[in-house]
């Protein structure tokens, strides 16, 4: 079982061991790891630390997902090598 409060998506670097992460459910959270796994565990973490800030902040939390989904993708912004 997905234990996320969110969906995230994970993407891949040209980096072999450096990815990043973000939440297309939750704005302006994002996040780098050196694994897949780790991103899902920081996702985790940071998920509630950035939903304490909205709270701290007085900032609208948006509603849990009901089925968060991970997706794992190549970075977008990564071009063809010449």
């Known amino acids: 079982m997905i234990e996320l409060p969110y969906s995230i998506i994970i993407e891949a670097t040209v980096e072999p061991d450096f990815f990043t992460f973000f939440s297309p459910d939750l704005p302006g959270f994002s996040g780098v790891a050196h694994s897949i796994e780790g991103c899902i565990y920081q ?3 940071g998920m509630a630390e950035h939903i304490a800030i909205l709270t701290e902040t007085n ?4 509603q849990y997902t009901k089925n968060p989904t991970i997706v ?3 970075d977008q912004h990564i071009g063809k090598a010449a």
Do not use: S
């Open 43 to 45: 996702a985790k973490l």
């Open 59 to 62: 900032r609208p939390i948006p």
């Open 72 to 74: 794992i993708q190549n």
